[in-house]
């Protein structure tokens, strides 16, 4: 079993950064890749960036060029950052971590809100 813990959403104006940090404990040796998504109100889950265990990266069109996704193997540990962000970044983001045959696991999630 893998937990997953996020951590650095908030409230942030339009054009600004933040970072989001999710720190996964557990039988982590499980897990395949992580990655984040997202939901806002009234919409489906989306996949917003995923990385390999080799570090392999891949983006939704729609945050190419401002999102970085990385890792600290050491710490366990995932980022997201967010940069550019526009009014239709709002949403809660959840972590997740893909563990192949077992699953998925996911954080609590961490809402983002981008407003004026």
């Known amino acids: 079993q893998v937990q997953l813990v996020e951590s650095g959403g908030g409230l942030v104006q339009p054009g600004g950064s933040l970072r989001l940090s999710c720190a996964a404990s557990?039988?982590?040796?499980?897990?395949?890749?992580m990655g984040w998504y997202r939901q806002a109100p009234g919409k489906q889950r989306e996949l917003v960036a995923v990385?390999?265990?080799?570090?392999?990266?891949k983006y939704a069109d729609s945050v190419q060029g401002r999102f970085t996704i990385s890792r600290d193997n050491a710490a366990n540990t995932v980022y997201l950052q967010m940069d550019s962000l526009k009014f239709e970044d709002t949403a809660v983001y959840y972590c997740?971590?893909?563990?192949?045959?077992?699953?998925?696991?996911w954080g609590q999630g961490t809402q983002v809100t981008v407003s004026s």
């Open positions: 997740n971590a893909f563990l192949g045959p077992r699953g998925d696991s």
């Open positions: 557990g039988n982590i040796f499980s897990i395949f890749s």
């Open positions: 990385i390999t265990n080799g570090g392999s990266t």
